[in-house]
């Protein structure tokens, strides 16, 4: 008997014999400790009552599974007021009472489930010699402790979706060390007030713009400064900016669309033609509608969006864009283009061209609850019969169509083409037949307006990183509108604040901004002043919000790998001991 340096056991144990087969290694370890401790009393015992064995697997090696034949003895246990009579000695430093594998191999699973998803990890410890079951291995990694009660300083508090549009919690990094340290079930400010008071000895909190954490933190840490994120900031500028371009969307230039070629025409033409159109130079005037046709499709006034609240002001705005779309396609259809040009022209899809055009006026969406009936389809009972004639070879939707009518089938034809049109993708592909695709019609160019998320990027962006054509769009953009330009200057100024950190500036930028009287400037103004001292730490302070970001990042993609069974208390582990 001796021990190996190739199996490391505890002290007290040592390797009897060794049966070795193609796929298992099998190794019998003995127990030499003189005496064992009672687990009820604590009280030490010599005395062995009688020798038992148990099989334990162990991590594997060269290829085989390990199996441990334990040979370990019961003691019995003299102390008067103990209850047990007799225990089994216990070996902590090799495998746990009752468990069936080593610590070794405990951990070395839980490595492998950290790594990777539980069903992955089930098919991959095969592999590597081990064996283990998708729930199994979800126990094993739902016992791993949380970490120790470590102090933090600098904190960084972010939000993520367990179920988006549903369910929300909040994310805890130590923006010293780049670690996160809990997760917690809700993103409201009760959710968060009991761990920070946990943690008086926070002095720095780096945040997002959401008014719950800012609330927690000013009642529980009122000594701490708050950070306001400056990514956030630059992106709650880009969407004010973005709805200002919406406003004013005949203030953007017109941009031209690839140029459709003929389908025999040569790759040289192809590559000659040009792929971008410089704004005001050799374009056509925009076309018109018939003064008929322009009826309730003019382009809402200052005046007229000033007198609506905000919900109704974006309503219109999305209405003008439609509008716009509409007017393009109906001057395309009117100069005798077809349905898929016209798609391909304005990038829309053909039902929406169709639609469109079938229409004498402008198209108005139509008001909805926003619930979605529940309940059985209406080709559910119908889909046995579907199914035996499409396997039959009775594939035409017309003539199933027909068929299930008979049956007593009260929807409508496009719900079954839409059933069939997603069980052609299982038919192997067919070669086509008859004469050869026509050539497209027209070699015209297309436009469209650059759009405003576009713009708005382009508004933000420093000077030297826009190519020469972005810098003729910005510049059209500012000659179309003084008010445009002006933004445009304070929201430079502004990122370069932000950048350099000039905290001094901070007063007079907001001052000059809320001077121009531009609605959403104003908008973005009044929340940098409900959350001053945030934003002005912002602008002068080194900590940012960034590694919180990249975390809740990297808790995505954990939460996307666990197949559905990322429960909270899961994906806390995952994330807080993720290798």
């Not at 990694?141 to 949380?146: H, K």
């Not at 005001?280 to 005037?285: E, I």
């Not at 905290?503 to 400037?521: I, P």
Request: glycine content about 4%.
């Amino acid at each position: 008997m001796e021990r190996s340096p190739f199996l490391p056991l505890p002290e007290g144990m040592v390797i009897g014999q060794v049966e070795l087969s193609e796929a298992h290694l099998t190794v019998e370890v003995i127990s030499t400790q003189p005496f064992a401790c009672c687990p009820g009393c604590g009280n030490p015992s010599d005395h062995v009552h009688c020798q038992y064995q148990r099989t334990v697997y162990d991590v594997p090696c060269g290829g085989r599974s390990v199996v441990l034949r334990l040979l370990v003895r019961k003691f019995a246990c003299w102390t008067v007021a103990c209850p047990r009579k007799v225990f089994a000695e216990r070996l902590p430093d090799l495998v746990q009472p009752w468990a069936r594998i080593s610590n070794r191999l405990l951990e070395e699973l839980k490595a492998i489930g950290l790594a990777a998803s539980a069903e992955v990890s089930e098919r991959l410890a095969p592999r590597l010699g081990m064996q283990v079951k998708a729930p199994t291995l979800l126990r094993y990694l739902r016992t791993i402790p949380p970490p120790s009660n470590i102090s933090v300083r600098v904190l960084g508090i972010d939000d993520f979706a367990l179920r988006r549009g549903n369910t929300y919690g909040t994310i805890l990094i130590n923006i010293e060390t780049g670690k996160p340290i809990d997760l917690l079930p809700d993103r409201t400010a009760e959710a968060v007030k009991p761990w920070l008071a946990a943690h008086p000895e926070i002095d720095v909190v780096s945040r997002d713009r959401a008014s719950a954490y800012a609330d927690a933190v000013n009642q529980v840490l009122p000594h701490a400064m708050q950070v306001a994120d400056r990514y956030h900031l630059i992106q709650n500028l880009r969407e004010h900016l973005q709805q200002l371009l919406d406003r004013k969307r005949t203030c953007l230039p017109l941009v031209e669309d690839t140029a459709l070629k003929d389908t025999q025409a040569s790759p040289m033409e192809k590559a000659s033609s040009p792929s971008h159109l410089t704004p005001g130079a050799n374009s056509d005037p925009a076309p018109t509608l018939l003064p008929s046709e322009r009826q309730d499709m003019r382009a809402c006034t200052e005046e007229e969006l000033s007198c609506l609240i905000s919900a109704d002001r974006k309503k219109k705005i999305s209405r003008d864009k439609r509008v716009s779309r509409y007017e393009e396609v109906m001057v395309l259809h009117r100069k005798g283009l077809g349905l898929r040009a016209i798609a391909r022209l304005l990038h829309l899809s053909r039902n929406t061209v169709r639609r469109y055009i079938s229409s004498p006026t402008f198209p108005e969406r139509t008001e909805s609850s926003g619930r979605r009936t529940k309940g059985a389809g209406k080709l559910d009972p119908y889909l046995p019969y579907l199914r035996e004639q499409w396997k039959a070879g009775l594939q035409n939707s017309s003539r199933l169509f027909a068929a299930i009518k008979e049956r007593g089938y009260t929807g409508c034809q496009s719900l079954l083409r839409r059933l069939l049109s997603e069980w052609r993708t299982e038919l192997p592909p067919k070669r086509r037949q008859g004469s050869p695709r026509k050539p497209r019609l027209t070699e015209q160019k297309g436009q469209h307006r650059l759009s405003t998320r576009s713009a708005s990027f382009l508004m933000i962006l420093p000077s030297e990183k826009l190519k020469a054509r972005d810098k003729q769009y910005l510049e059209h953009i500012c000659q179309a509108s003084s008010d445009l330009r002006a933004v445009y200057l304070l929201s430079q100024e502004f990122v370069t604040m932000l950048k350099e950190r000039q905290a001094e500036a901070l007063d007079s930028w907001l001052t000059r901004a809320k001077a121009c009287h531009v609605t959403e400037l104003t908008s973005f103004v009044n929340g940098i002043r409900r959350d001053a001292a945030a934003v002005r730490a912002a602008c002068s302070s080194q900590w940012s919000n960034g590694i919180t970001e990249g975390h809740v990042n990297r808790l995505k993609f954990l939460k996307r790998q666990m197949f559905g069974r990322a429960h909270l208390d899961l994906l806390r582990v995952k994330v807080l001991h993720a290798i």
